[in-house]
T-cell receptor, first 114, second 114 residues
């Protein structure tokens, strides 16, 4: 079975500095992985997804993630944080193939300091 | 149109009430989902409908009763709920319910059970 570990429950960065949100996965085969974002009191929005086409995946709002099989990681990065990036971020592996049954990681709350 | 709508936005109900949550999408998706999200926790899958048939029920108590009248509409009927059922209820949809699908989420209904 696939699972993910989001290594930080809370990350705080200054506006304009780089963002790194860490996600490690455990799987016996190459997984499909998503990053979702949830702004306060809102639903979830897909940031990006990896489905084995390319290891570097670009998403919306300047975010990108790199799939590294040797490190079993799929960390989310952004070169320069913006105040509007403050939100909860979930790393999500896909489980199963007959239906989109997804189990969310525990989440990382990103705070942006002015 | 990539929007999933949910009504109502907020709902307060007593433990003896019967109420329903509604979710609608017009993207031609054939899979629809209900999730429950407690405060500061990731969403947890409750039900999956694929082609208007219930395909996944994650051992949800019978006081929650899902219904999919057609491919665009998903309801969640609530009866005799407990205060611990207070949460954000999220609806999502995807194309056909396979493992590579992107799920599109609605903004959620915030439910309070008194």
């Amino acid at each position: 079975a696939q699972s993910v570990t989001q290594l930080d429950s809370h990350v705080s960065v200054s506006e304009g500095t780089p963002v790194l949100l860490r996600c490690n996965y455990s799987s016996s085969y190459s997984p499909s992985l998503f990053w979702y974002v949830q702004h306060p009191n809102k639903g979830l929005q897909l940031l990006l997804k990896y489905t084995s086409a390319a290891t570097l995946v670009k998403g919306i709002n300047g975010f990108e993630a790199e799939f590294k099989k040797s490190e079993t990681s799929f960390h989310l990065t952004k070169p320069s944080a913006h105040m509007s990036d403050a939100a909860e971020y979930f790393c999500v592996p896909l489980v199963g193939s007959s239906a989109s049954k997804i189990i969310f990681g525990s989440g990382t709350r990103l705070s942006i300091r002015p | 149109d990539t929007e999933v709508t949910q009504t109502p936005k907020h709902l307060v109900m007593g433990m003896t009430n019967k109420k329903s949550l509604k979710c609608e999408q017009h993207m031609g998706h054939r899979a629809m989902y209900w999730y429950k999200q407690k405060a500061k926790k990731p969403p947890e899958l409750m039900f999956v409908y694929s082609y208007e048939k219930l395909s996944i029920n994650e051992s949800v108590p019978s006081r929650f009763s899902p219904e999919c009248p057609n491919s665009s509409l998903l309801n969640l009927h609530l009866h005799a709920l407990q205060p611990e059922d207070s949460a954000l209820y999220l609806c999502a949809s995807s194309q056909v319910g396979t493992s590579a699908d992107t799920q599109y989420f609605g903004p959620g209904t915030r439910l309070t059970v008194l």
